[in-house]
């Protein structure tokens, strides 16, 4: 399907945060942008606003000055929505709310011509719903971008119950002519990020309200150990608490109430409080030039164990094994459960057991677990869980081999599954189900998560990395701890695994 051509008029409505952004994108490619807002002055302001980012660019000289004139030229405002008649794409940006966009649509089917494509950036509204009045619902199409605009490259293409798909195949092509990642999407709650992106926050704020450890340790353990740019709480800190609680409840509610989505009554009272973050200058964290940055936690240093054995496995313990070496440490191959063996402590990656079930289970109190690594060749720390009963030496063995090999170790509580793992296995299952349910492709889904809220690897890529029998393993043990319904894993992971026991991938 072919772009949209640069002579075509794009038409942005709402000149916010978002419209400006998408008016400066579609300048820059080329075309004519018309902006649209009710605010007096607003549109105004905005071209004022992407002309003031054009300059700093070219300064920067990351832009030519003659084409940021020429940008420049292409931007312009109308006054009423008439303006909009010659454009071939209308792309609305306004207030997110339904009636108000719909009464929006109905006005633009009389403005422009029967071939224009009508697109919404809508976050979080049904694209069906926001169709069904239109004598031509066919033609309104979701086209979701990412806050910055101009920054975040993914683009949810986003089809409605009515929508036409050569619609959405033109958006798709015009918004990777615009230098875009777009995806498609069918209109389902949340799309596609902001469904599957839950358990990222939904997970911390289960491990923070069990105790597991402080939120500077836990956001510590999601960037140092999974290779997230931020942690879960500085990010709901940024995101704003009341938006993000509020995009929590509502894919909630518009699941009719699935566990998966359950809000927190953490996040909750932070509302209640007004300590919506950033923002406020408090919410998890407190903010301003007086705060104190709280410290993640350390162990502090231990000697080192003299013998060291291991069991391989791929992935988790002989990138681990590897890294010992490469630091000098003594490594002896036995034949064991996979793990490593030193003092007396037998040291799992956690299977989503925690550590004193697992010293049970085993009849060995000296059992500890650690949480997955995004890379376990450079990660600066790793996060350890000890049994109950497990002795003081033990412990002391196992964060001195950690630490011969050059990690921080934090130690969490003995929460099942630990915080990488949990979260990236309730990250891989939400991908699974979109793609079980038909939402998007595979594909699609490790492209959004990593384009649009920058993860270091799409979820079912690190479902792969991680082994499909461990993620399942570690969902069906939270599932059988908690006896939830919240971690019950998804028939297509199940269908994969039963096809393929040992070497099961969602990607082909
Ligand atoms: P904003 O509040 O910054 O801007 C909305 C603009 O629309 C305002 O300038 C307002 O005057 C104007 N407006 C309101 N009703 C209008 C109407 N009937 N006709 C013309 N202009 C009208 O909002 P923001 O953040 O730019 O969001 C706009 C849309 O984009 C919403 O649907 C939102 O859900 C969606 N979105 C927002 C993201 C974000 O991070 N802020 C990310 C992705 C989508």
Avoid at 223 to 233: A, H, S, T, V
Wanted: charged share 20%.
């Amino acid at each position: 399907m072919h772009p949209l051509p640069p002579e075509s008029i794009i038409a942005v409505i709402g000149s916010g945060a978002m419209g400006a952004g998408i008016a400066q994108v579609a300048a820059t490619a080329g075309h004519q942008v018309l902006l649209f807002d009710t605010r007096p002055g607003a549109a105004d302001e905005a071209i004022a606003q992407v002309g003031a980012t054009w300059a700093r660019l070219v300064a920067k000289g990351r832009m030519g000055a003659v084409e940021s004139d020429l940008a420049r030229e292409r931007l312009r405002c109308i006054d009423t929505l008439h303006g909009a008649a010659g454009a071939a794409l209308v792309i609305e940006a306004i207030v997110e709310n339904l009636e108000v966009k719909r009464a929006l649509f109905a006005e633009l089917e009389d403005v422009v011509a029967s071939d224009c494509v009508l697109a919404t950036n809508t976050s979080s509204i049904s694209v069906t719903a926001i169709g069904a009045e239109l004598a031509h619902p066919e033609r309104l199409v979701g086209m979701h971008f990412f806050n910055p605009a101009p920054l975040m490259a993914l683009v949810e293409v986003v089809s409605g119950l009515a929508t036409d798909q050569t619609i959405a195949d033109v958006v798709y092509a015009t918004a990777e002519k615009w230098g875009k990642s777009p995806v498609h999407a069918k209109s389902t709650p949340g799309f596609i990020v902001n469904r599957v992106a839950r358990p990222f926050y939904g997970e911390a704020l289960r491990l923070l309200l069990e105790q597991s450890a402080d939120v500077a340790t836990l956001d510590a353990v999601m960037r140092d150990c999974g290779g997230f740019r931020m942690g879960p709480f500085e990010l709901m800190d940024l995101i704003g608490h009341d938006v993000n609680f509020s995009v929590t409840t509502s894919v909630f509610a518009a699941y009719f109430g699935d566990p998966r989505f359950t809000p927190s009554v953490l996040q909750q009272e932070l509302v209640n409080a007004g300590f919506l973050g950033r923002k406020t200058g408090r919410g998890f964290y407190r903010y301003g030039d007086d705060a104190a940055k709280p410290v993640a936690q350390a162990e502090a240093p231990c000697d080192q164990p003299a013998a060291v054995k291991y069991a391989g496995a791929p992935g988790s313990v002989d990138a681990l094994v590897a890294r010992m070496q490469a630091a000098g440490i003594a490594m002896t191959a036995i034949e064991a459960a996979p793990g490593l063996y030193c003092g007396g402590v037998a040291i799992y990656l956690t299977d989503g057991r925690s550590a004193t079930e697992r010293a049970q289970a085993d009849n060995h109190r000296d059992t500890i677990v650690f949480d997955l690594l995004f890379d376990a060749a450079s990660a600066p720390r790793i996060a350890l869980a000890r049994a109950d009963r497990c002795s003081d030496d033990a412990w002391r063995a196992a964060v001195g081999l950690f630490q011969a090999a050059g990690f921080i170790v934090t130690r969490l509580d003995d929460v099942p599954g630990l915080a990488v793992m949990r979260t990236v296995a309730m990250l891989a299952n939400e991908a699974a189900d979109a793609v079980h349910q038909g939402v998007c492709s595979a594909r699609a889904v490790d492209i959004a998560m990593q384009k649009g809220v920058n993860y270091p690897r799409g979820p079912l890529g690190w479902l792969d990395a991680t082994g499909m029998g461990q993620v399942v393993t570690v969902l069906t043990n939270l599932a059988a701890t908690y006896g939830e319904d919240r971690y019950r894993v998804s028939p297509l992971l199940r269908r994969k695994l039963a096809a393929d026991p040992q070497g099961a991938r969602f990607h082909d």
